[in-house]
C-alpha cells in the first residue's frame, strides 16, 4: 500500500542550529501539506503546495523556516536556526489534488535542547 | 478563516459504552469534513469523511452525519472498545484542510 514517507523519524538538536525534515508523499499526489503538532494540541499547517508551487504559508514563521518542492515531487522543511519551541511532531501529508483526501505519514518528533 | 472546535477531553468511558464527540466548523465555503484518529506515537489516519451535506461516513462502528443546519459533524459509536483509546481529530478542507485542537478518548476495561 502507497504511503507517504518521512525522515528522520526523531531529532535532537541544539537550539540555534540548523535541521531539515524529508518527505516523500504518494505518487502522483498533487498536493502536499506540511503540519507542526504540538504535543496535545492539533495539527497546525505550516505550507501547502500544489504541484512545484506555494498555496499557502500564511502560518510559515518565514525568519526561520523554509519549505521546497522543486520538482513537485519529495519536499524539504527546514529550520535555521531552532529555537527550544520549535519542539513538536512535524507531519507530512498528501492528496491527489486539494479537495480529496490527505493521506499522512508517520512523522518527524523534532526536540531541541 | 475557517476554523474547526470540538469537544475537549478527556472522554473516560467504560467499554461497551456509548460515545459522542461533538465538532462544529465555521467555512467560507461548502468544505469536505473528516474524522481522523491518531494512536500515541502514530500519524494520523482518516477514520471517516463526508463530502456533502447530509451525507453520512462511517466506518468501525463510527459514525459522522454532515450536518449543514447546525455546522456540525459529531463522531458517534455505539459501544466503544480499549482498542478505540486514542486520539480524535476533526478537520475541515476547503482551499486548506483544517484541525480542531482533538479529543483525548479513554476506555477502560
Known amino acids: 500500500e502507497a504511503e507517504v514517507a518521512q525522515s528522520p523519524r526523531y531529532k535532537i538538536t541544539e537550539k540555534s542550529q540548523a535541521v531539515a525534515f524529508w518527505c516523500d508523499p504518494i505518487s502522483g499526489h498533487a498536493t502536499l501539506y506540511w503540519y507542526r503538532q504540538i504535543l496535545g494540541q492539533g495539527p497546525e499547517l505550516l505550507v501547502q503546495f500544489q504541484d512545484e508551487s506555494v498555496v499557502d504559508d500564511s502560518q510559515l514563521p518565514k525568519d526561520r523556516f523554509s519549505a521546497e518542492r522543486l520538482k513537485g515531487v519529495d519536499s524539504t522543511l527546514k529550520i535555521q536556526p531552532a529555537e527550544l519551541g520549535d519542539s513538536a511532531m512535524y507531519l507530512c501529508?498528501?492528496?491527489?489534488?486539494?479537495?480529496?483526501?490527505?493521506?499522512f505519514g508517520q512523522g518527524t518528533r523534532l526536540t531541541v535542547v | 478563516g475557517d476554523s474547526v472546535t470540538q469537544m475537549e477531553g478527556p472522554v473516560t468511558l467504560s467499554e461497551e459504552a456509548f460515545l459522542t464527540i461533538n465538532c462544529t466548523y465555521t467555512?467560507?465555503?461548502?468544505?469536505?469534513l473528516f474524522w481522523y484518529v491518531q494512536y500515541p506515537g502514530e500519524g494520523l489516519q482518516l477514520l471517516l469523511k463526508a463530502t456533502k451535506a447530509d451525507d453520512k461516513g462511517s466506518n468501525k462502528g463510527f459514525e459522522a452525519t454532515y450536518r449543514k443546519e447546525t455546522t456540525s459533524f459529531h463522531l458517534e459509536k455505539g459501544s466503544v472498545q480499549v482498542s478505540d483509546s486514542a486520539v480524535y481529530f476533526c478537520?475541515?478542507?476547503?482551499?486548506?484542510?483544517?484541525f480542531g485542537k482533538g479529543t483525548m478518548l479513554l476506555v477502560s476495561p
Open positions: 501529508a498528501s492528496s491527489l489534488e486539494v479537495e480529496a483526501e490527505a493521506f
Open positions: 467555512a467560507t465555503g461548502y468544505p469536505s
Open positions: 478537520a475541515s478542507q476547503y482551499s486548506t484542510l483544517t
